[in-house]
């Protein structure tokens, strides 16, 4: 008897013949002992049996997620092993001192998900920078071309505790937590992380040039090209524009600062008291990088003279009275008095321009506006706290405002259009030097060489300054003493002591902070733009001097627009004093070629 399933394996395939195959008919087995199917042996029609179709291959079973993840990662895992064996066979000693070099000591980020390097040209172990590169930095000549530019842990940490140290007070608006490692900061918050260490590398000019020029990429790149939308985000371009501003140009910055204002309007705030746990800490949050983004702005257009683009206050209101009265954190009374400030200055700066202040010449006399001014600033003063009443950011700000509400006198078409009497002209100027003259005593009182008191975009209200006060030494008009003004103000003085200190700041920033290091430097670092500022300060100290000495040897005045042929063309692409009276303050700020329009 036959297995059943040879049998089964004979009766495989198909059971027609050829030809009913062919007309899709029924295929019946003839009577017993024919070898023809009924329907051919009725047709008289060849009945022969179709081949069979050669057997399908099986289908491998599909593995499931978990299985294809377990694969992945065994290949994964190999590789690595293939990976370690090739590096300690060629040269154990190399990729050795390779991996301290990356990881700070051994111990490894890991965030090269957030962080991505570079590939070198060389081959460099980590992705790194090219030895180009590396030779640039005068604290970083002793590196091997595969470390990175951001610091490794310990340094991270080292930079991370003085930032909070030195200079956190000077910028409430942006709190770093207190409880958190530089690697927590950096995992959570990779733009505040960041910005701490540029901050950080002060002292360090070629480094902290790269990291600022890096940071400002990624910034670009993930607010404009990406289209990423979050605080840490906005945290880290206030930090660039209030700590980096002197290596950007002044479009730039004004980018920046307008960049800012967008993203405060996408990420937004609620005027809702019940907010509680993480959603009320991250509303003050927001509420904070709104009026820092709002005091970054007032700071920089109220200096020059740009009350057109001057933020909305309405909702700065509402961030105001939330703070002050939840007061979550200490330095959030310091920020709002920061806020009120620079409110009364934008409120200064609208009503003195000059359009504004022809409509509002012939609805109440000058003198009056100025004094209610400055009954408000002399309230400020008077309403802050014990803790604040010596800060010298809030001393200097008031002196700026008062500065900006008196120096409507030196212009012409400003007294004219309010028909301001010559002694009442005259009295404004006096108070005009005797604020600048308290500015100067404010900001120079001591050194700001080892530990900073101001913000370094607070250099836009300094230059502000030093420019009304060579307005003032160059006035001429009926009963304003020269001599007494020069004597007052002091101003050679003044730049004098500031030449000498951008002097030693160069310096330190040249050694960096590894002092050690700059001794090995092969290459020349690119200028760093405290050397920029240098030279153009000089420039107009000089010019001034040149002006001061025709005076006193009783020389017609030299026309100020005369001043741009005494070879500022160079530093200042020819347009520093188009005019004295229509000058802004972006150059010495930072721009080489901003410094051209101005103040009216």
Same mark, same amino acid.
């Given at each position: 008897?036959?297995?059943?399933?040879?049998?089964?394996?004979?009766?495989?395939?198909?059971?027609?013949?050829?030809?009913?195959?062919?007309?899709?008919?029924?295929?019946?087995?003839?009577?017993?002992?024919?070898?023809?199917?009924?329907?051919?042996?009725?047709?008289?029609?060849?009945?022969?049996?179709?081949?069979?179709?050669?057997?399908?291959?099986?289908?491998?079973?599909?593995? &499931? %997620?978990?299985?294809?993840?377990?694969?992945?990662?065994?290949?994964?895992?190999?590789?690595?092993?293939?990976?370690?064996?090739? $590096?300690?066979?060629? &040269?154990?000693?190399?990729?050795?001192?390779?991996?301290?070099?990356?990881?700070?000591?051994?111990?490894?980020?890991?965030?090269?998900?957030?962080?991505?390097?570079?590939?070198?040209?060389? @081959?460099?172990?980590?992705?790194?920078?090219?030895?180009?590169?590396?030779?640039?930095?005068?604290?970083?000549?002793?590196?091997?071309?595969?470390?990175?530019?951001?610091?490794?842990?310990?340094?991270?940490?080292?930079?991370?505790?003085?930032?909070?140290?030195?200079?956190?007070?000077?910028?409430? *608006?942006?709190?770093?937590?207190?409880?958190?490692?530089?690697?927590?900061?950096?995992?959570?918050?990779?733009?505040?992380?960041?910005?701490? +260490?540029?901050?950080?590398? *002060?002292?360090?000019?070629?480094?902290?040039?790269?990291?600022? %020029?890096?940071?400002? @990429?990624?910034?670009?790149?993930?607010?404009?090209?990406? @289209?990423?939308?979050?605080?840490?985000?906005?945290? @880290?371009?206030? +930090?660039?524009?209030?700590?980096?501003?002197?290596?950007?140009?002044?479009?730039?910055?004004?980018?920046?600062? *307008?960049?800012?204002?967008?993203?405060?309007?996408?990420?937004?705030?609620?005027?809702?008291?019940?907010?509680?746990?993480?959603?009320?800490?991250?509303?003050?949050? !927001?509420?904070?990088?709104?009026?820092?983004?709002?005091?970054?702005?007032?700071?920089?257009?109220?200096?020059?003279?740009?009350?057109?683009?001057?933020?909305?206050?309405?909702?700065?209101?509402?961030?105001?009275?939330?703070?002050?009265?939840?007061?979550?954190?200490?330095?959030?009374?310091?920020?709002?008095?920061?806020?009120?400030?620079?409110?009364?200055?934008?409120?200064? $700066?609208?009503?003195?321009?000059?359009?504004? *202040?022809?409509?509002?010449? +012939?609805?109440?006399?000058?003198? +009056?506006?100025?004094?209610?001014?400055?009954?408000?600033?002399?309230?400020?003063?008077? &309403?802050?706290?014990? &803790?604040?009443?010596?800060?010298?950011?809030?001393?200097?700000?008031?002196?700026?405002?008062?500065?900006?509400?008196?120096?409507?006198?030196?212009?012409?078409? !400003?007294?004219?259009?309010?028909?301001?009497?010559?002694?009442?002209?005259?009295?404004?100027?006096?108070?005009?030097?005797?604020?600048?003259?308290?500015?100067?005593?404010?900001?120079?009182?001591? $050194?700001?060489?080892?530990?900073?008191?101001?913000?370094?975009?607070?250099?836009?209200?300094?230059?502000?300054?030093?420019?009304?006060?060579?307005?003032?030494?160059?006035?001429?008009?009926?009963?304003?003493?020269?001599?007494?003004?020069?004597?007052?103000?002091?101003?050679?003085?003044?730049?004098?002591?500031?030449?000498?200190?951008?002097?030693?700041?160069?310096?330190?920033?040249?050694?960096?902070?590894?002092?050690?290091?700059?001794?090995?430097?092969?290459?020349?670092?690119?200028?760093?733009?405290?050397?920029?500022?240098?030279?153009?300060?000089?420039?107009?100290?000089?010019?001034?001097?040149?002006?001061?000495?025709?005076?006193?040897?009783?020389?017609?005045?030299?026309?100020?627009?005369?001043?741009?042929?005494?070879?500022?063309?160079?530093?200042?692409?020819?347009?520093?004093?188009?005019?004295?009276?229509?000058?802004?303050?972006?150059?010495?700020?930072?721009?080489?070629?901003?410094?051209?329009?101005?103040?009216?």
């Amino acid at each position: 008897m036959l297995n059943p399933s040879i049998v089964q394996q004979k009766n495989k395939g198909p059971k027609a013949c050829t030809t009913c195959a062919k007309a899709k008919a029924k295929c019946i087995p003839g009577p017993d002992g024919s070898l023809k199917c009924e329907r051919c042996l009725r047709l008289d029609k060849p009945c022969i049996s179709q081949t069979p179709a050669p057997p399908r291959a099986r289908k491998s079973p599909k593995l &499931s %997620k978990i299985a294809a993840l377990e694969k992945r990662l065994e290949e994964l895992s190999s590789h690595v092993q293939d990976g370690s064996a090739k $590096s300690s066979s060629n &040269s154990p000693k190399t990729e050795e001192s390779a991996a301290v070099h990356c990881y700070g000591g051994g111990d490894q980020w890991g965030f090269t998900h957030l962080f991505p390097l570079k590939p070198a040209v060389g @081959g460099d172990v980590c992705g790194g920078l090219t030895d180009s590169q590396t030779a640039s930095s005068p604290s970083d000549v002793s590196r091997a071309p595969w470390d990175s530019w951001w610091p490794a842990r310990e340094e991270g940490e080292m930079l991370l505790e003085a930032y909070r140290t030195i200079h956190s007070e000077l910028f409430p *608006f942006v709190l770093v937590p207190a409880n958190i490692s530089a690697l927590e900061l950096r995992q959570q918050q990779p733009f505040m992380w960041k910005a701490v +260490m540029m901050v950080g590398c *002060f002292l360090d000019g070629s480094r902290q040039v790269k990291l600022g %020029k890096e940071l400002l @990429g990624e910034i670009g790149q993930a607010a404009v090209v990406d @289209g990423t939308r979050n605080l840490d985000l906005l945290r @880290g371009l206030q +930090m660039l524009v209030a700590w980096f501003h002197y290596a950007l140009k002044g479009s730039q910055v004004t980018n920046l600062l *307008f960049l800012a204002r967008a993203m405060c309007v996408n990420l937004g705030f609620k005027d809702d008291q019940s907010l509680q746990g993480q959603d009320r800490e991250r509303n003050l949050d !927001h509420m904070r990088a709104y009026a820092g983004t709002y005091y970054l702005n007032t700071l920089v257009f109220t200096a020059n003279k740009r009350p057109d683009v001057l933020m909305n206050t309405e909702l700065l209101e509402t961030c105001c009275n939330v703070l002050e009265s939840t007061m979550q954190h200490p330095s959030d009374e310091y920020l709002v008095k920061l806020v009120r400030i620079q409110q009364l200055a934008q409120s200064i $700066s609208l009503t003195m321009a000059i359009d504004n *202040f022809s409509k509002q010449a +012939m609805k109440l006399p000058l003198p +009056m506006m100025v004094q209610s001014f400055q009954d408000q600033l002399d309230h400020f003063s008077n &309403s802050l706290p014990p &803790s604040l009443a010596d800060n010298d950011t809030l001393k200097t700000h008031v002196h700026i405002a008062q500065v900006l509400l008196y120096e409507i006198a030196i212009s012409d078409q !400003h007294a004219n259009a309010s028909y301001v009497p010559l002694t009442d002209r005259l009295n404004l100027l006096w108070c005009c030097v005797r604020s600048l003259r308290c500015f100067y005593e404010v900001r120079f009182a001591r $050194s700001e060489l080892e530990h900073p008191r101001f913000l370094c975009l607070s250099v836009s209200d300094l230059a502000f300054a030093l420019i009304t006060g060579v307005k003032l030494l160059t006035l001429q008009l009926p009963g304003w003493n020269l001599d007494q003004i020069k004597d007052e103000l002091n101003l050679i003085d003044v730049m004098d002591g500031q030449i000498r200190d951008l002097m030693i700041v160069i310096a330190r920033r040249k050694h960096g902070l590894f002092p050690g290091a700059a001794a090995a430097q092969v290459a020349k670092p690119s200028e760093d733009p405290f050397e920029r500022l240098l030279r153009q300060l000089k420039t107009l100290r000089d010019m001034v001097k040149q002006e001061l000495d025709r005076q006193t040897a009783g020389s017609v005045t030299m026309q100020l627009t005369d001043l741009n042929q005494t070879g500022l063309v160079e530093d200042f692409d020819g347009d520093l004093w188009q005019t004295m009276g229509t000058m802004q303050v972006w150059n010495v700020v930072g721009d080489p070629t901003v410094l051209d329009a101005g103040m009216q």
